[in-house]
């Protein structure tokens, strides 16, 4: 089936005009329940080649977590075609660039080559897919790497823990409540059957999604995706059990002592709707009247005005199961921590009881509209968007339509969201503070 839409020309914040551009994708399924999205931009000569699993951290056994992203590593390693280090070689001598990055919910790998180097990038996800080498020596390889990299990013890093320890106290039953990253503890325990068998059950065609975008050929290129991928065997279908949170009903408090800072932060924290519900879109709008950019109301008041933050931010972390609207601030000088909240709670419910202008309104839907136009402004983008909209809102079509969700979004809409979900009483309020001494986490 071919879609297609025209992204309309838009306003950008200051009035200049936004490139219209026209996204085409063809998607179809392999007899393995591997799904296709192919989308032709002949433009320049150059291919991206991807893969989408829907495997994440909320896949992972709770005495196992850190699989999916040690996995993301893992796969890297050899094939049975590819030797041991050789991955990164063959696609920099080729002409290309590739990565990977895990979430919560999925895994995605990508490789970038000039158009002619095409097969050569399904060759490698195909055999990826099909014969990867899952061995101790693998493992225990990947696990130093994986260990340094939680040094580097998380345990040695200023503030490195602080989504880490929102989670765990948002969630109580939703394996939400770990680190993408996982335990080391976890990691060191598995043993290699283990390891195998998270392979053999989540890296499937039938658990993927695969998008080819760029420089092709159409027919020609399904007929390389059927000869790499269509021998690929089926797996077992992956279950899903959809676990419930109970409400949030009173202020959860918290502590966490840092070593690795000399500035307090103070985290505000709401449980929110799936990535698919439109109050997950509102609050991406909400998000932006706060804290985006020098004109949002939390940076005017608390940063340029009463120089009481040295940075504010409100983040709608959007995810396929739940979300986490997330308020961060960086007290100036000697301003109290309860000081920060107490003032960002007075804008939030400015906006629960007040409708925003219709000057900041018109703004609002202008950023956007930017913001569309410019997911959609490189190849790799739009691959990534195509394989995110397929699998974890299970509509490959919003990479046309999503922009009228934002279109269709009220004043009045942005009003009652914000009563829904931005309340004390459903809230996580984690003083961020510095190490002294005691012991590092303390929950009041």
Same mark, same amino acid.
């Given at each position: 089936?071919?879609?297609?839409?025209?992204?309309?020309?838009?306003?950008?914040?200051?009035?200049?005009?936004?490139?219209?551009?026209?996204?085409?994708?063809?998607?179809?399924?392999?007899?393995?329940?591997?799904?296709?999205?192919?989308?032709?931009?002949?433009?320049?000569?150059?291919?991206?080649?991807?893969?989408?699993?829907?495997?994440?951290?909320?896949?992972?056994? +709770?005495? =196992?977590?850190?699989?999916?992203?040690?996995? &993301? /590593? %893992?796969?890297?390693?050899?094939? *049975?075609?590819?030797?041991?280090?050789?991955?990164?070689?063959?696609?920099?001598?080729?002409?290309?660039?590739?990565?990977?990055?895990?979430?919560?919910?999925?895994?995605?790998?990508?490789?970038?080559?000039?158009?002619?180097?095409?097969?050569?990038?399904?060759?490698?996800?195909?055999?990826?897919?099909?014969?990867?080498?899952?061995?101790?020596?693998?493992?225990?390889?990947?696990?130093?790497?994986?260990?340094?990299?939680?040094?580097?990013?998380?345990?040695?890093?200023?503030?490195?823990?602080?989504?880490?320890?929102?989670?765990?106290?948002?969630?109580?039953?939703? +394996?939400? =409540?770990?680190?993408?990253?996982?335990?080391? &503890? /976890? %990691?060191?325990?598995?043993?290699? *059957?283990?390891?195998?068998?998270?392979?053999?059950?989540?890296?499937?065609?039938?658990?993927?999604?695969?998008?080819?975008?760029?420089?092709?050929?159409?027919?020609?290129?399904?007929?390389?995706?059927?000869?790499?991928?269509?021998?690929?065997?089926?797996?077992?279908?992956?279950?899903?059990?959809?676990?419930?949170?109970?409400?949030?009903?009173?202020?959860?408090?918290?502590?966490?002592?840092?070593?690795?800072?000399?500035?307090?932060?103070?985290?505000?924290?709401?449980?929110?709707?799936?990535?698919?519900?439109?109050?997950?879109?509102?609050?991406?709008?909400?998000?932006?009247?706060?804290?985006?950019?020098?004109?949002?109301?939390?940076?005017?008041?608390?940063?340029?005005?009463?120089?009481?933050?040295?940075?504010?931010?409100?983040?709608?972390?959007?995810?396929?199961?739940?979300?986490?609207?997330?308020?961060?601030?960086?007290?100036?000088?000697?301003?109290?921590?309860?000081?920060?909240?107490?003032?960002?709670?007075?804008?939030?419910?400015?906006?629960?009881?007040?409708?925003?202008?219709?000057?900041?309104?018109?703004?609002?839907?202008?950023?956007?509209?930017?913001?569309?136009?410019?997911?959609?402004?490189?190849?790799?983008?739009?691959?990534?968007?195509?394989?995110?909209?397929?699998?974890?809102?299970?509509?490959?079509?919003?990479?046309?339509?999503?922009?009228?969700?934002?279109?269709?979004?009220?004043?009045?809409?942005?009003?009652?969201?914000?009563?829904?979900?931005?309340?004390?009483?459903?809230?996580?309020?984690?003083?961020?503070?510095?190490?002294?001494?005691?012991?590092?986490?303390?929950?009041?």
């Amino acid at each position: 089936m071919m879609k297609k839409i025209t992204m309309v020309a838009c306003a950008l914040f200051f009035g200049s005009a936004g490139i219209a551009q026209e996204v085409e994708f063809t998607e179809y399924n392999l007899d393995n329940g591997l799904h296709v999205i192919l989308h032709q931009d002949n433009s320049a000569p150059v291919v991206t080649t991807s893969v989408m699993y829907h495997v994440g951290a909320k896949d992972e056994n +709770p005495e =196992r977590t850190g699989f999916a992203h040690f996995f &993301e /590593h %893992l796969l890297f390693e050899r094939t *049975e075609n590819i030797e041991k280090g050789s991955w990164f070689k063959v696609v920099s001598s080729n002409g290309g660039s590739n990565n990977a990055n895990t979430t919560d919910d999925r895994t995605y790998y990508y490789e970038i080559f000039p158009s002619n180097n095409l097969e050569l990038g399904l060759w490698m996800e195909s055999e990826r897919m099909l014969h990867p080498i899952i061995d101790q020596d693998g493992v225990d390889t990947q696990n130093e790497v994986v260990k340094e990299e939680k040094r580097m990013r998380v345990d040695n890093a200023p503030y490195g823990q602080i989504l880490a320890e929102v989670k765990k106290r948002l969630y109580t039953k939703h +394996p939400y =409540r770990w680190a993408t990253i996982g335990s080391m &503890e /976890h %990691l060191d325990a598995a043993t290699l *059957e283990e390891f195998q068998a998270f392979n053999e059950k989540f890296y499937v065609p039938n658990n993927a999604t695969l998008v080819v975008a760029g420089d092709i050929e159409m027919e020609k290129t399904k007929k390389m995706i059927k000869d790499y991928f269509g021998p690929i065997l089926k797996g077992e279908p992956v279950e899903r059990v959809k676990i419930e949170e109970d409400p949030i009903t009173e202020t959860i408090k918290g502590k966490y002592k840092d070593p690795n800072i000399q500035v307090p932060a103070i985290v505000m924290a709401y449980r929110t709707p799936s990535m698919k519900d439109r109050d997950a879109y509102v609050l991406d709008m909400i998000s932006s009247v706060l804290s985006d950019g020098k004109s949002s109301r939390l940076y005017k008041k608390l940063v340029d005005e009463q120089k009481q933050a040295l940075q504010i931010g409100a983040f709608n972390i959007s995810q396929e199961d739940y979300g986490q609207y997330v308020v961060f601030g960086l007290p100036m000088g000697g301003t109290p921590l309860d000081t920060l909240v107490t003032e960002v709670d007075e804008e939030i419910v400015k906006l629960q009881e007040e409708l925003i202008s219709e000057r900041e309104f018109e703004m609002l839907q202008n950023k956007f509209e930017n913001q569309f136009v410019n997911s959609n402004s490189s190849i790799s983008g739009i691959a990534s968007s195509l394989a995110t909209y397929h699998m974890l809102y299970g509509d490959t079509d919003l990479i046309n339509e999503e922009i009228d969700i934002y279109r269709s979004i009220t004043r009045e809409e942005i009003r009652e969201v914000a009563r829904k979900y931005l309340n004390p009483n459903q809230r996580l309020v984690l003083d961020y503070v510095p190490e002294d001494g005691e012991d590092k986490e303390t929950t009041e």
